[in-house]
T-cell receptor, first 114, second 111 residues
Framework: KAGVTQTPRYLIKTRGQQVTLSCSPI?????VSWYQQTPGQGLQFLFE???????NKGNFPGRFSGRQFSNSRSEMNVSTLELGDSALYLC?????????????FGPGTRLTVT | GESVGLHLPTLSVQEGDNSIINCAYS??????FIWYKQESGKGPQFIID?????DKRQGQRVTVLLNKTVKHLSLQIAATQPGDSAVYFC??????????FGTGTKLQVIP
């Protein structure tokens, strides 16, 4: 079974631009969660989507948004990029049903904002 | 490589010895806990989990202990190997609410 894939793996953007990151979950997984990882803040939860609906949300500004498609693939968008948005963005997929909390992570997208 | 390991507490262990990595979690209502391993350049990888109605769970070479009284979680790795070198994170969640990760511990295995 193929693992979680994320594209692109690396991205360089300038301040003020916007960016869209993509995540393809493991086949059969309906939940996709997004995380931001930085050396200073560690791993922080952004949001979780289940069956095309945002089910949980972390404490990030509205510049961070996401969506999920009917095939469970998910995209994350960051608008008006700031230098502090430079981070590794990870997505994780899981079955999403009660009692099935095990998450499988992708390799991440390394975003650098200059 | 990934700079995940910067500014993290580091545990150095001799190859073959046992390792114990500790974690203090924040929410006394959390009902599910997970340990992840993250190697340089990769996403976190599930190691073992435990539900709040248990105090111990064993896997292959790993054991997780949960002490709800003091909100403490530990991961024990038996016969530590060089391939165990990585950053280890604990995580907690309530129901299927957002998962909160700990700050991480870097494990260095000395050959």
């Amino acid at each position: 079974k193929a693992g979680v894939t994320q594209t692109p793996r690396y991205l360089i953007k300038t301040r003020g631009q916007q960016v869209t990151l993509s995540c393809s979950p493991i086949s059969g997984h309906r939940s996709v969660s997004w995380y931001q990882q930085t050396p200073g803040q560690g791993l922080q939860f952004l949001f979780e989507y289940f069956s095309e609906t945002q089910r949980n949300k972390g404490n990030f500004p509205g510049r961070f948004s996401g969506r999920q498609f009917s095939n469970s693939r998910s995209e994350m968008n960051v608008s008006t990029l700031e230098l502090g948005d430079s981070a590794l963005y990870l997505c994780a997929s899981s079955l999403g049903s009660a009692g099935s909390y095990e998450q499988y992570f992708g390799p991440g997208t390394r975003l650098t904002v200059t | 490589g990934e700079s995940v390991g910067l500014h993290l507490p580091t545990l150095s262990v001799q190859e073959g010895d046992n390792s114990i990595i500790n974690c203090a979690y924040s929410n006394s209502a959390s009902d599910y806990f997970i340990w992840y391993k993250q190697e340089s350049g990769k996403g976190p990888q599930f190691i073992i989990d435990i539900r709040s109605n248990m105090d111990k769970r064993q896997g292959q070479r790993v054991t997780v202990l949960l002490n709800k009284t003091v909100k403490h979680l530990s991961l024990q790795i038996a016969a530590t190997q060089p391939g165990d070198s990585a950053v280890y994170f604990c995580a907690e969640t309530l129901g299927y609410q957002k998962v909160t990760f700990g700050t991480g511990t870097k494990l260095q295995v000395i050959p």
